[in-house]
Each structure stands twice: as C-alpha cells, then as structure tokens.
C-alpha cells in the first residue's frame, strides 16, 4: 500500500500560498483552486492542488507583468527582461503574493 498525501488545513494551506485564509476561500469559491473534503464539509488541501494552484497563479502573474511591459509574454521575452538567456526565473512563494496583490491593486484603483 503506497502513502497516503498529506492533507493541509485551510490556515495551513493559506499560508503555504502566502495569502490569506479569505482569500484562499474566494479561490476555492471561484474554482481556482482544487480541494477535498473530508467528512461531511471538512475542507482539506494536498500538496500537489496547493503546487498547481501556485503554478497557474505565477504564470498569470508574469503573464500581467509582461503585458504591463509591452512583451508578449514568451519565456524569451521573460528572460529578455530580467535575467541572462539560459536562465529559469525562481520566483519565492512572497514574491509570487507580492506580485499578485500588486497586479489586483492596480487593476482596482483604475
């Protein structure tokens, strides 16, 4: 028998995300994020949702900030923009938040 996934609680999963548990809740309403439940309505989190989410979230984010910078969004673009050719962007899971509430901000104060 293989092992089992380890299964995050909200909070746990928020914070993993770097956002907070509300707006980990708005996602999951909106079906950004995968999730289980446990129990009768016991919302629980693997790690590989927790990594997929994480993965769309940064793509959309560099996605935004390309098309602030007039790119078209291409990792050669990317690469173009703020490392040497060759090179795969690491981005931490703050810098991913910081982004995205930088984006939202943005686009809400318009």
Known sequence: MGDLPALYTEKQAATY??????????????????FGIV????????AAQLVAYLNRSTSNCLQNVSLKLGTTGSSGDLMAFSM???????LSKRSVSLLARETFQRGNSR
């Open 17 to 34: 995300l770097g956002i907070s548990p509300r707006t980990l809740a708005r996602a999951r309403a909106l079906g950004d994020i995968e």
């Open 39 to 46: 129990g009768e309505n016991t919302i629980r989190y693997t």
């Open 84 to 90: 040497s050719a060759g090179t795969t962007p690491m």
